[in-house]
T-cell receptor, first 115, second 112 residues
Framework: GAGVSQTPSNKVTEKGKYVELRCDPISGHTALYWYRQSLGQGPEFLIYFQGTGAADDSGLPNDRFFAVRPEGSVSTLKIQRTERGDSAVYLC?????????????FGQGTRLTVV | RKEVEQDPGPFNVPEGATVAFNCTYSNSASQSFFWYRQDCRKEPKLLMSVYSSGNEDGRFTAQLNRASQYISLLIRDSKLSDSATYLCVVKGRGSTLGRLYFGRGTQLTVWP
């Protein structure tokens, strides 16, 4: 069956540019999460959506990062004025519900490189 | 202090060996614990949940020690296909209920 889909799989951008990363969760999953993983580290929480609303966005590192999920399905993570330190793998995950002990399924990630 | 601390390894073991990974967590109120597996350049996948009484899934055994805030994973009879990074994960509570806190992962290589 279809899992979590993320596009693009790789993105190379110049410092200062704007990028959008897309996540298509598993159909019927109301909870959606964005994580960032740097080399040699575990994934680090960015933001969590329950339906259309951001239930917890306290992991976003600064105001250059923003995410939306307007119809409660597909989500877009937006990064303005990219910096070299933003280079990482951005992982999206979804689960049936966020507030119970349910498994989160991850997409394969978008590898962002800022040059 | 990080929410989840894990020895990054690497662990290099021969096929058939028994290997154990450990991690500690900082929030004594945490209730939900997991081990995830991540293959090179792939996404993390749930290996198993960790229950208070300890639990086993084939060659894999997970243990939880709440008093010491310590979680372990034991792999018996290691296979080549077990080579991966193993991530210790604790779920948030209260205002952070939607989060998973990951350790940095322990890298395992099983050699023939």
């Amino acid at each position: 069956g279809a899992g979590v889909s993320q596009t693009p799989s790789n993105k190379v951008t110049e410092k200062g540019k704007y990028v959008e990363l897309r996540c298509d969760p598993i159909s019927g999953h109301t909870a959606l999460y964005w994580y960032r993983q740097s080399l040699g580290q575990g994934p680090e929480f960015l933001i969590y959506f329950q339906g259309t609303g951001a239930a917890d966005d306290s992991g976003l590192p600064n105001d250059r990062f923003f995410a939306v999920r307007p119809e409660g399905s597909v989500s877009t993570l937006k990064i303005q004025r990219t910096e070299r330190g933003d280079s990482a793998v951005y992982l999206c995950a979804s689960s049936i519900r966020g507030r119970e002990n349910t498994e989160a399924f991850f997409g394969q990630g978008t590898r962002l490189t800022v040059v | 202090r990080k929410e989840v601390e894990q020895d990054p390894g690497p662990f290099n073991v021969p096929e058939g060996a028994t290997v154990a990974f450990n991690c500690t967590y900082s929030n004594s109120a945490s209730q939900s614990f997991f081990w995830y597996r991540q293959d090179c350049r792939k996404e993390p996948k749930l290996l198993m949940s960790v229950y208070s009484s300890g639990n086993e899934d084939g060659r894999f055994t997970a243990q939880l020690n709440r008093a010491s805030q310590y979680i372990s994973l034991l792999i018996r009879d290691s296979k080549l296909s077990d080579s991966a990074t193993y991530l210790c994960v604790v779920k948030g509570r209260g205002s952070t209920l939607g989060r998973l806190y990951f350790g940095r992962g322990t890298q395992l290589t099983v050699w023939p």
